[in-house]
């Protein structure tokens, strides 16, 4: 993008784009920035921080002077925005290589939006993590060939092992005189059978095995978890009573 801007040439981009000099002052943007209120003409020769919400200024400035003008590869950097209403917009700038004047060229994409859905869903994973290590239930994560992926607090107390221990071994390695039998234990064969009943939400009563030998039954309940990586098993386990075998 050279200084001399074509008016055709930025008059249809949606998003604003600035240019400033060594100094850190504007010295063009193109017309898309009165969506926030600012006159283009009048933005000339003012410090790009003025624009910026005061928070962020001192970041963003150290952001720049970590970066020499020779630097030869374009960054990015989010910042709030001040319209000229006072409103504060998330944006992310990509702030591309400065050219032999020492002149950046900076176009800000609008994430309030993401920021606002991205914020959303840390909370609602907060509120299921939260959830997940609360439940009076043991909850199990185990893929399709029966390999453990996971564990809630409540499952480890149960099985009186930690989940990182656990992960990776076969689930029946959880199951009464079965420790590590694999598919060849009868008790992965109750799972494999709930696994064809998936959709009619039935539970069975299993054995289970605990670390030091004991053994408790436990409800079991199966349901399918679809990840990007594929499908996964939740298998939720409600403890009835220890029985005391080794």
């Keep these: 993008m050279k200084k001399n801007w074509s ?3 930025l008059s249809d981009i949606a998003n604003v784009v600035i240019s400033i000099d060594k100094e850190m002052k504007i010295t063009a943007v193109n017309e898309a920035c009165r969506k926030w ?15 910026l919400a005061p928070q962020d200024i001192g970041r963003v400035s150290e952001q720049f002077n970590s970066r020499s003008s020779s630097c030869d590869e374009s960054w990015s950097a989010d910042t709030r ?6 409103q504060e917009l998330e944006v992310l700038w990509t702030i591309g290589v400065a050219d032999k004047e020492g002149i950046r060229y900076l176009t800000a994409t609008d994430i309030s939006m993401f920021k606002s859905d991205y914020q959303k869903i840390q909370a609602s994973e907060f509120r299921l ?8 239930a043991g909850l199990v994560i185990m893929n399709k060939s029966g390999l453990i992926e996971s564990l809630n607090p409540t499952a480890e107390k149960m099985f009186d092992e930690l989940a ?24 992965w064969q109750k799972i494999a ?3 064809l009943l998936l959709e009619q939400f ?9 670390k030091t030998g004991e053994s408790f039954d436990a409800v079991l309940g199966i349901s399918n978890i679809s990840t990007y990586a594929g499908d996964l098993y939740l298998l939720t386990l409600l403890q009835t009573q220890l029985t005391t075998t080794v």
């Design 81 to 86: 925005v001040l319209t000229v209403e006072g």
């Design 7 to 9: 008016k055709e040439a």
């Design 193 to 195: 059978e709930q696994l």
């Design 164 to 187: 990182e221990k656990l992960a990776g071994r076969h689930i029946s390695c959880l199951f009464d005189e079965s420790a590590d039998a694999g598919e060849k234990s009868p008790e």
């Design 37 to 51: 209120g600012y006159d283009n003409k009048k933005m000339v020769g003012l410090s790009f921080f003025k624009i």
């Design 129 to 136: 993590r939260t959830l997940i290590n609360n439940v009076s």
């Design 202 to 210: 039935q539970t069975t009563m299993i054995r289970c095995r605990k």
